[in-house]
């Protein structure tokens, strides 16, 4: 078991793309605290994580409740005594409505997950990834700087995730803060969109995401995961506050 690796918290590691940066990361030699709702599904793969050699201890839980980010800095705290990383991947698309059809109680569920939660999350973590000079990776999307409609509630949550890294940088010089942008992911959440977004979405829209998936164009997560961990352990202090997207060659060059 490691003993000694960097400490990375990593949250929505139940599946998809999460669930292969938890795999990546246990190659990697990393500490790892896991978070997701669905308690079954995180303990598999933490076993799996343990099983490459991984000290792995996992907190289940929403993101978007306060309570689950101190856990998951506690956990850290206990069982490493630091923590080096967080991974913010949680995330969820839905509603898929236009704002005119604005459902309040949808709308706060989404941000929850994808913007409080994060928010949260760092609040707990900064004075730990402070002193271990950390990293903080928000996932984010395209979506954030490309409008497609019918999306706003998670559209909004992560454009605003990409402002908070824009604060977060100039608020904790001794931290780095990216956005990443993971491209088309073969995952729930795709699958999610071409189920939910029929007479829904704009139909040029809902086409362009039906074809991606039929001309195999979605990418394995197995392929995302990678970048993912490379940014947690090696984004350059010089690039915190940035939207950093899976075909940046910078990137590469860090693998
Ligand atoms: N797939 C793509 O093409 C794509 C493109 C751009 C960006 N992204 C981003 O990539 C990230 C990963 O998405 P994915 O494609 O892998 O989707 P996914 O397969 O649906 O996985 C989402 C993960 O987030 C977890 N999660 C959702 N709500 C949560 C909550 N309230 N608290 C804790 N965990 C929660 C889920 O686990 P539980 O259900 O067990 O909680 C699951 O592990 C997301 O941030 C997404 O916005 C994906």
């Not at 938890?22 to 790892?32: D, I, N, P, S, T």
């Not at 709702?37 to 000290?55: F, I, K, P, S, Y």
């Not at 961990?229 to 940035?242: K, Q």
């Amino acid at each position: 078991m490691t003993d000694n690796g960097p400490v990375l918290i990593l949250t929505g590691a139940s599946r998809g793309l999460g669930e292969a940066t938890a795999y990546e990361a246990a190659r990697r030699g990393l500490r790892l605290v896991l978070n997701a709702r669905d308690g079954t599904r995180l303990a598999q793969v933490a076993a799996r994580c343990r099983g490459m050699g991984a000290a792995t201890h996992i907190v289940v839980g929403d993101i978007g409740q306060p309570e689950t980010a101190t856990r998951l800095v506690e956990t850290a705290r206990h069982h490493f005594a630091a923590l080096h990383a967080v991974v913010h991947n949680a995330g969820v698309l839905p509603p898929i409505a236009p704002v005119a059809q604005a459902d309040p109680a949808a709308w706060e569920a989404n941000w929850r997950t994808n913007f409080l939660g994060p928010v949260m999350l760092n609040a707990a973590a900064l004075p730990l990834l402070r002193a271990s000079r950390g990293r903080i990776v928000h996932v984010s999307t395209g979506a954030a700087v490309r409008p497609v409609p019918t999306w706003g509630a998670y559209a909004t949550a992560k454009a605003a995730l990409n402002h908070l890294t824009r604060i977060l940088a100039r608020e904790e010089p001794a931290v780095t803060t990216v956005a990443f942008r993971p491209g088309i992911v073969d995952t729930a959440m795709q699958a999610t969109i071409r189920e939910q977004g029929a007479g829904v979405m704009p139909p040029e829209e809902y086409a362009r995401f039906v074809r991606y998936h039929e001309e195999g164009r979605l990418r394995p997560p197995e392929e995302i995961a990678p970048l993912l961990v490379a940014l947690a352990l090696h984004a350059r202090p010089e690039w915190s506050g940035e939207f950093i997207a899976f075909d940046d060659p910078r990137l590469q060059a860090l693998l």
